[in-house]
Every structure is written in structure tokens, then in C-alpha cells.
């Protein structure tokens, strides 16, 4: 089976900008969570989705937002975009029976 | 919220040496996550632990959950060891909200 993708695995945006980034899961699987790893915070839960639901959602503000397709793939979206939103963004996800958590390469955005 | 705290931050061991990263969080859990992060971003589950031990080659888990502790021994380490070890705790069923350690730097020197 091919792993989880991440598209773009790069991305340079402006101050004020919106991004929206794509998480593909394994075939099969249809929970997905989004991560954002810095070198000051570490690693942060963003949201998980489920079925198209979001069923979590991490401490984030609400320019952070996301949604899950009836075919498990996922994006998230980010507005008004700030320096400190440059990150590593990582979406894994997880088979139904399971709990165990499958990464994705991530994208890492730079913000300017 | 749950505090979760690795030991130590960084650690440099030469080659075929035991290596031991320890984690301690604060509040109850329903599971424990070992993960294994390379240079250029990409993560690794190592392990999902919510008891006891696993093993797998030559990396073992254990978790205490009594004393809220977990330790990820590696044995006979080698320099594609060298990586950064995540610690994540799961606070209850049905939920995926992880909560992070800030991680071990381990260096591997032949």
C-alpha cells in the first residue's frame, strides 16, 4: 500500500496570505489528524477528522481549519497568514481497528 | 492539560552501546506512543503502548502506569539509530489529541 502523501512538501507565503495544504491517507483508513511541528513549540495537535467529521480539535485559533472529503483525503486550510505559522505541518492517519498512527512526509511552509 | 517530560534532551552514545530515553507525564492515560524522527521531517511510529512491554529488534518499551513513566531502551545501537524519539500520551479512548514531549536528540558515533 502506498504510505500517506502530503502535497505541496514545500511552500514560501506572504504575511496576510491563505494556504490550503492536502493530506492523502492510506487507502483504507479514514481518520486523519493534522499536526504543526516548530522548533519552539515542538510538536502540536491541530484536528482530527473521522468520516468527514472533525472530531477533535487542538488549541489553535480559528484561522486554522480544516475538512475531510467523502474519499478520506483532507486539506487544511490556514488565513491571514503570520510569521510564526512557519512550521512543519504533518497529517497522519489511522486504520478503523486501530489507534496506531501513520505520518506523512509533512510540508514545510515558510512564511515571509 | 497533560505535562509530558523527556529525559534526556540530548544524548550521544557510542556505537553497540545500551541506550535508555525516559518519558514521565502527569496525568492518566489510555496509551503511550514511541515515535522516531529523521532529518528532513519524516516520523516513524515505533510503538503504541497502554501496559507492559513490546519489543521489536532491538528497540524495547516499557511503561509503568502506576508511576506514569516510560522508558524506550535501544540495545547494540548502531549510527542509523541517530535520530530525534518523540514521547506521546493519548489521554482517553476515542480521542486522537496527542500530547508531546519536546524529544531526545540521540547521536550515534561509529
Known amino acids: 500500500k502506498a504510505g500517506v502523501t502530503q502535497t505541496p512538501r514545500y511552500l514560501i507565503k506572504t504575511r496576510g496570505q491563505q494556504v490550503t495544504l492536502s493530506c492523502s491517507p492510506i487507502?483504507?483508513?479514514?481518520?486523519v489528524s493534522w499536526y504543526q511541528q516548530t522548533p519552539g513549540q515542538g510538536l502540536q495537535f491541530l484536528f482530527e477528522?473521522?468520516?468527514?467529521?472533525?472530531?477533535n480539535k487542538g488549541n489553535f485559533p480559528g484561522r486554522f481549519s480544516g475538512r475531510q472529503f467523502s474519499n478520506s483525503r483532507s486539506e487544511m486550510n490556514v488565513s491571514t497568514l503570520e510569521l510564526g505559522d512557519s512550521a512543519l505541518y504533518l497529517c497522519a492517519s489511522s486504520p478503523r481497528d486501530s489507534w496506531e498512527q501513520y505520518f506523512g512526509p509533512g510540508t514545510r511552509l515558510t512564511v515571509t | 492539560k497533560n505535562e509530558v517530560e523527556q529525559s534526556p534532551q540530548n544524548l550521544t552514545a557510542q556505537e553497540g552501546e545500551f541506550i535508555t530515553i525516559n518519558c514521565s507525564y502527569s496525568?492518566?492515560?489510555?496509551?503511550l506512543h514511541w515515535l522516531q524522527q529523521h532529518p528532513g521531517g519524516g516520523i516513524v511510529s515505533l510503538f503504541m503502548?497502554?501496559?507492559g512491554k513490546k519489543k521489536h529488534g532491538r528497540l524495547i518499551a516499557t511503561i509503568n502506569i502506576q508511576e506514569k513513566h516510560s522508558s524506550l531502551h535501544i540495545t547494540a545501537s548502531h549510527p542509523r539509530d541517530s535520530a530525534v524519539y518523540i514521547c506521546?500520551?493519548?489521554?482517553?479512548?476515542?480521542?486522537?489529541?496527542?500530547?508531546f514531549g519536546k524529544g531526545t536528540k540521540l547521536s550515534v558515533i561509529p
Open positions: 496525568v492518566g492515560i489510555s496509551a
Open positions: 477528522y473521522f468520516s468527514e467529521t472533525q472530531r
Open positions: 503502548l497502554s501496559s
Open positions: 506521546a500520551v493519548r489521554p482517553g479512548a476515542g480521542s486522537y489529541q496527542l500530547t
Open positions: 487507502s483504507g483508513h479514514r481518520s
